[in-house]
């Protein structure tokens, strides 16, 4: 049996879990989120504690277990503390800035790029080489980022680009320390 999807999901106080039928609704301080899940999956609420359970051991519904799981509690995460990835900025004369709701950077195009914040995902520049993406809804934030590091990934010659701030940039030699 599936680890993950035994283990029960704590509701901290302040908030309030609904269950309809496959409908998850989670409101914290943070705000809401509502998803749909597998039908399959059973999900109940005793007292402070909600539990995933699935009905056989059939491998789609092993599969959707573990994974109802985290979903569920990635969104009482999401609506109590929130969710955050950031960035960094590599390069000669690269820098961001923001300009209302907008990330303008300067990426070495000869245009300025420009990203807007959406509702769910805001973007914070506490300096001109670092980007933080700030939601509730963990994906949301990831895809978010990942659009963003998209402009101008990591290059592995100088290591120029824009990285997540723990991402490992594997280097390569160029063509000067080929031997001889």
Do not use: C, W
């Not at 989120?33 to 059973?42: A, E, H, I, V, Y």
């Not at 799981?69 to 950031?86: D, P, Q, Y």
């Amino acid at each position: 049996m599936s680890r993950i999807g035994r283990k029960p999901i704590n509701i901290p106080a302040g908030v309030e879990v609904k269950v309809d039928g496959s409908v998850v609704s989670v409101k914290g301080p943070k705000g809401t989120l509502t998803q749909k899940f597998d039908p399959n999956m059973s999900i109940a609420i005793e007292g402070a504690e909600l539990t995933v359970s699935r009905p056989n051991d059939a491998k789609e519904n092993r599969a959707l277990h573990g994974l109802t799981r985290t979903l569920i509690a990635n969104m009482v995460t999401g609506v109590t503390e929130g969710f955050k990835k950031e960035l960094d900025i590599l390069g000669v004369g690269y820098r961001v800035q923001k300009q209302g709701t907008n990330l303008v950077m300067n990426i070495g195009y000869s245009h300025q790029v420009i990203v807007e914040e959406t509702d769910e995902v805001k973007i914070e520049v506490p300096g001109p080489n670092k980007i933080i993406i700030v939601g509730i809804d963990k994906q949301k934030v990831g895809q978010f980022a990942a659009e963003v590091r998209e402009k101008r990934p990591p290059e592995p010659y100088k290591g120029k680009g824009i990285r997540y701030a723990n991402e490992v940039v594997r280097r390569k030699e160029g063509k000067a320390g080929k031997g001889k």
